[in-house]
């Protein structure tokens, strides 16, 4: 090997021994759990089984996961309607701007989403402000948590960012000078949007929703404490099997079908954003 | 169709980047905004067309103000420096775009859009996409682009600066023949002055947000009326003079010259075209005209043309552009020769100072 | 006085529908925004009634959090070193691999990069039930140590990633440069490359920093209640026991994040980061 080759593997030794220790050896050791089957006493005795796929088809647990993919669908077709108007002046906006309106789009989403959760308790809680308002107004308290509405806002308001950055790299990418010749030629805003934007702006569209998907089927804490017992995900399915139930091979297999399915969206996601970029480059 | 634009202003903040400006162009007309880069023709333009919202004054259609108007319902067709053709669609569906808006009936978009290309000379091309096209080829689209919906005026933001030199000069000739057949007034921004002068029925020579003339082009080439319009368009030699006292002749340097141009004592930028200089054995004596003693300082042949620099006895340089049929021997650097120039060549235009801030 | 401005051009708008966007924009980040500017205020509430906009100004929660043996543990002796640790070594580690795939491998380097993204494909939570079952069964208890593991793996990726991104946009002919010059190429690069990545390195690092810090998916199966980190204490005190507290403690995490990314921007476009 060359002594550039050399150096490279030395160099990337430390990093890929984390990637293996850490990452490959775990997820392997958990696909093969997923084939063993559950002892209450001694959580799994390397017994080979599909039993715990076999589980995953009660009607239970499909339910859970057709939750899982509405809560997924809904709000990514959130992210899409919201993120859309926000991506498109992002991209259109002076520079001067910019910096402060990107800060507070990516701040929320580095502040740990407990807190932000924590937020929307205090919001849409019992004793919340919603329902302090409603009952000054003599409406009377109601439950807005605890159901597919409120998780949905939530990872909304979470996974917004996800959407709103792939698609403003796609409208930078459209020359202002063809919105222009757009009006000029006689369309009106809706016009334009539904003409040259939109076609123009769908790869990042597709990879906007692709990523938010993927994060929003994997949720845990939002459906935990937004949702309580009445909407549940996969995520908590996972974590109640692991660390309640201690049924870790049905767990394992749950996370198998999990990570499947998550791998194959951003995978697809990872691709259309390699095309987009190569597609776009100012000239 | 007549534009009229009265006392047009642009302000960003406190930087005034247009104006103001005010020039009128008839029925028909083709009318040029020539000047160099940042000089505001392309913002005004971009005002007329809605682009740019303008400070003050006012852009007339038919006497009829269009400056409330937003800029998709002007009725001008605006051909982009870049073209702006929508990669998305086929030629087909990119001409038919305005007319789609305007939900006409397929059969009479078909038929618009089958006119607008033969117009431009590119029947048979409707199925392909923008990249598929060459620089000429996406030109002559956004063009038929803005003739399908056949708008009152048509707006040209230096549409042939992105091809080469040969493909320009076609398409210039075609674009003008266009206009003619059609009859659409016509305003046409460029910075190349050759342009500007094949193609315009009248110019408006700009610099730094204002007018300095507007004029046919053979006003603006041989009778310019500043500094800045003689050296923009054309070659020049400019010369600092002072008219004498007597009104008659012009100190310029140690020589004197004589002038057709009437002027007024004081201080004056003298102006004399290359080519109509004439280079004369040194002993001639002219009956009428200036006749100075100079050396032939450089020779360079240009193919066509020699272009010669003289030094006037008296230490003034003068360009001489000289057609390469001349005997050339007699021409080496060093030798003696006559500089002829008739009065009517001789220039004479306000100084820099005169014209005031 | 005239000048000429035609490279300043800025467009101008349709009237109405520019000024609907900017209004609907604004809605929408007061939705993104709202969660947190409640927290905020929440905190200085005095009462425990979770009332906006709150009826007083009061310090008693960041009294309370202060003093609070468990919520000051999660804080600095777990979530603030374990952050520290997994900035510096994800940036090392991550920075050395960046170096390796963009200057010295020769083959390979789509496979590999590709491979240091799987963190990313893969979800948080099975990420942290991946480590938990691994845990448990090589017999290791929960410790500070294996949630800085994790946290590696989250961030490593956005290292390497960042610090790629800013070795690609340095020319290579700098090197050569120094090369011509006399320098060996370790010398060339520690000399001429390394100082110009400095902002790459330092924003990688921040972002690790971040990472780790607000994770809840993986330290949630990963931390135990030695390793208890402030956002996973957060949460139970959420299921448990809610009260202004944590809004205090939001509140702190809220600005040391917003603080350091503020900072990371001056440093480096933040989008190429995600």
Redesign the interface.
């Known amino acids: 090997m060359s002594r550039h080759g050399r150096l490279a593997v030395a160099l990337l030794a430390p990093g890929l021994a984390v990637l293996v220790v850490f990452l490959i050896v775990p997820l392997a050791m958990i696909v093969v759990i997923s084939f063993f089957t559950y002892s209450p006493t001694r959580i799994w005795v390397p017994v080979p089984t599909a039993e715990n796929y076999g589980k995953f088809f009660h009607p239970y647990y499909l339910g859970v996961t057709w939750t899982t993919v509405k809560v997924g669908l809904l709000t990514t077709l959130a992210c899409a309607v919201l993120g859309y108007p926000l991506a498109y002046m992002l991209a259109r906006m002076r520079s001067r701007w910019l910096g402060l309106c990107l800060f507070l789009l990516v701040t929320p989403l580095m502040v740990s989403s407990v807190i932000r959760i924590f937020g929307w308790l205090v919001i849409l809680g019992k004793k919340g402000i919603v329902n302090s308002a409603l009952e000054a107004a003599g409406l009377g308290a109601m439950d807005l948590l605890h159901n597919v509405t409120a998780v949905v806002i939530g990872l909304t308001e979470l996974l917004l960012p996800f959407m709103v950055l792939p698609l403003m790299a796609s409208i930078e990418n459209i020359p202002r000078a063809v919105e222009e010749a757009a009006r000029n030629l006689g369309a009106t805003p809706l016009q334009l949007f539904r003409r040259v934007l939109l076609p123009l702006s769908l790869p990042g569209l597709v990879s906007g929703s692709l990523l938010v998907y993927s994060v929003a089927i994997s949720a845990l804490v939002t459906p935990a404490l937004m949702g309580g017992r009445k909407v549940r995900m996969l995520g908590n399915l996972v974590y109640d099997e692991v660390l309640t139930s201690l049924n870790w091979p049905f767990a394992a297999s749950i996370a198998v079908i999990l990570l499947v399915f998550t791998v194959a969206v951003m995978v697809a996601y990872l691709r259309t954003l390699r095309a987009l970029s190569r597609r776009g480059g100012r000239a | 169709m007549g534009l009229d634009v009265q006392a047009l202003v642009k302000r960003?903040s406190d930087?005034?980047?247009v104006?103001p400006v005010s020039f009128a162009a008839a029925e028909g007309e083709f009318l040029s905004l020539l000047g160099p880069?940042?000089?505001?023709k392309?913002?005004t333009l971009?005002c007329i067309?809605?682009?740019?919202?303008a400070t003050g004054g006012d852009v007339l259609i038919d006497g009829r103000s269009i400056l409330g108007l937003?800029?998709?319902?002007r009725d001008?067709?605006?051909v982009?420096?870049?073209y702006?053709?929508?990669?998305?669609l086929t030629v087909f569906e990119n001409v038919a775009?305005?007319l789609?808006?305007?939900q006409r009936p397929a059969p009479e978009i078909a038929r618009r859009v089958a006119d607008a290309l033969r117009l431009v000379d590119l029947a048979g091309l409707e199925g392909r996409h923008p990249s598929q096209l060459s620089g000429g080829q996406q030109q002559r689209v956004?063009l038929a682009?803005?003739l399908a919906?056949e708008p009152r005026l048509l707006l040209l933001d230096e549409p042939l600066s992105n091809l080469d030199l040969k493909l320009r000069i076609q398409m210039r000739s075609e674009i003008r023949k266009l206009q003619r057949r059609l009859g659409k007034t016509a305003i046409y921004v460029t910075h190349d002055q050759g342009e500007a002068l094949a193609l315009s029925d009248r110019i408006v020579v700009m610099?730094?947000?204002?007018i300095e003339q507007i004029g046919t082009p053979r006003e603006v080439y041989e009778t310019p009326r500043t500094r800045f319009v003689a050296d923009f368009i054309g070659a020049s030699n400019l010369l600092a003079g002072v008219v004498e006292p007597s009104g008659t002749t012009i100190r310029v340097g140690d020589a004197r010259l004589t002038s057709s141009d009437a002027s007024v004592p004081g201080p004056v930028t003298v102006l004399i075209r290359p080519e109509r200089i004439r280079v004369v054995a040194p002993d001639t004596a002219p009956a009428s005209g200036n006749l100075l003693s100079a050396r032939v300082a450089e020779v360079v042949y240009l193919g066509e043309d020699l272009q010669l620099t003289l030094e006037v006895d008296g230490g003034i340089s003068l360009a001489v552009s000289l057609k390469a049929t001349v005997a050339e021997k007699e021409l080496t650097p060093g030798t003696a020769v006559g500089a002829w120039i008739a009065r009517e060549d001789v220039r004479v235009l306000p100084s820099p100072e005169a014209r005031g801030? | 006085m005239a000048v000429g401005g035609e490279a300043v051009r800025r467009p101008s708008r349709p009237f109405n529908a520019w000024w609907i966007l900017i209004t609907v924009v604004v809605v929408i980040y007061l939705f993104l925004l709202a969660p947190l500017l409640i927290v905020v205020a929440v905190s200085f509430d005095p009462t425990d009634a979770f009332r906006f906009p709150p009826p007083g100004f009061s310090l008693r929660w960041y009294v309370a959090f202060f003093t609070s043996e468990t919520f000051m543990k999660a804080f600095f002796r777990v979530s603030l070193l374990v952050a520290l640790t997994v900035a510096v070594l994800a940036t090392v580690i991550g920075g050395m691999a960046a170096v390796g795939l963009v200057r010295f491998l020769t083959r390979g380097r789509a496979l590999l990069e590709t491979l240091f993204l799987t963190p990313i494909v893969v979800p948080e939570i099975l990420l942290g039930a991946a480590l938990f079952l691994y845990y448990t069964r090589l017999k290791v208890s929960t410790s500070v140590a294996g949630l800085i593991a994790g946290h590696l793996l989250l961030a490593i990726p956005y290292v390497v990633r960042t610090v790629s991104a800013g070795l690609i946009g340095i020319d290579r002919s700098l090197e050569e440069a120094a090369m011509s010059l006399g320098a060996s190429r370790a010398q060339a690069f520690w000399k001429v490359t390394m100082p110009l990545i400095r902002s790459s390195l330092l924003s990688a690092a921040i972002f690790a920093f971040i990472v780790s810090f607000s994770d809840i998916n993986v330290a949630l199966f990963v931390a135990g209640p030695e390793s208890m980190t402030l956002p996973v204490h957060i949460f139970s005190q959420i299921v448990w026991q809610p009260d202004p507290t944590i809004a205090a403690a939001s509140t702190l995490q809220i600005l040391l994040i917003a603080a350091l990314l503020a900072i990371a921007q001056r440093v480096f476009r933040l989008r190429v980061a995600l």
């Open positions: 960003y930087t005034v980047v104006g880069s940042g000089c505001g392309t913002t971009r067309a809605g682009f740019e919202t937003p800029p998709n319902r001008v067709g605006l982009f420096q870049s702006a053709l929508f990669p998305h775009f305005g789609r808006l305007r956004a682009r803005c919906l610099s730094a947000g204002r801030a």
